[in-house]
């Protein structure tokens, strides 16, 4: 239970259609099973007139997932979550959204004052489960497989032998899921930023950079021999296709790249015997 769930479950943009999905889903389950006895609440109006309310009905109580996913989008970004600590997260959905909905069943519709609340909370979990955790089941089923094909899809480019030779680099997270894909040509540096690995990259001729959770040790292990990515710095790797300038300051060895607006990149004592042959093949070269 302690393993850590896929950081795609509280991606932003993942979590955006999440909350589409679910409040689609849980609009069709009201309407079409009409839970708490919902349309006898209402036995005067017309049916259209009846979606207009369970609608207003179903997006006011969504408010609370809303708020509870910006809250777990927020706390993934320093934190990874495990598999019991996002049961629970759940759990607390369910249980905020039925109190939500019991609530309403008691006090607002006229039957309601001559039920019991806790039969209608009783009844308004089990509802409320459903409509959220068969589409956040769906959900994870579905994310989990665009993650695998985007894998598969980078895994056939690279054995592909008529494809053009323009290798990429492919970047996992701390638990080996990929993450991002990057064109070595466009590939300037990496740097060490607490857990995180900062990768600066080239795109439309423009600096960008991505956050990875991963550390700069891992990349370092896992890059193979024939790749220009070197390290020069405990913060850094660097493409040696880049580097611009070797220049010998009052601060030490610094790397200018070849790309506008970059920082100068340090190399340490400790790195300097195996950047220096590294750099003396590609100075050959």
Known sequence: ?????PRYLYERSNTVKMILFTALFALMFINIFQPFGSRSWYPDISDFKYFAFSSL???TGMLVVVVSRLILIRYGKKHSVTYWEYG????????AMAVFYSLFSKFVPKEGAERDLMDIFRQSTTNTALVLLLPYAISWL????????ALLAHIDQENKPDAPSKPLIAFPDEKGELRISIMLENLLYIESADNYANICYLNKAKQSHF????????IEENLTNDTPLVRCHRSYIVSMEKVKILKKTKNGIMLELDAE?????????TYYQSFMNKFSQYSVN
Not at 142 to 147: A, I, T, V
Request: glycine share 4%; charged share 25%.
């Open 88 to 95: 629970v997260w759940i759990l607390g959905e369910i249980l």
């Open 211 to 218: 956050l990875l959770r991963n550390s700069l040790k891992w």
């Open 1 to 5: 239970m302690n393993k850590k769930i």
């Open 142 to 149: 579905y994310f989990s497989w665009k993650e695998k094909s």
């Open 57 to 59: 009905i179903i997006l």
């Open 261 to 269: 607006g970059t920082p100068d990149i340090p190399v340490s004592k």
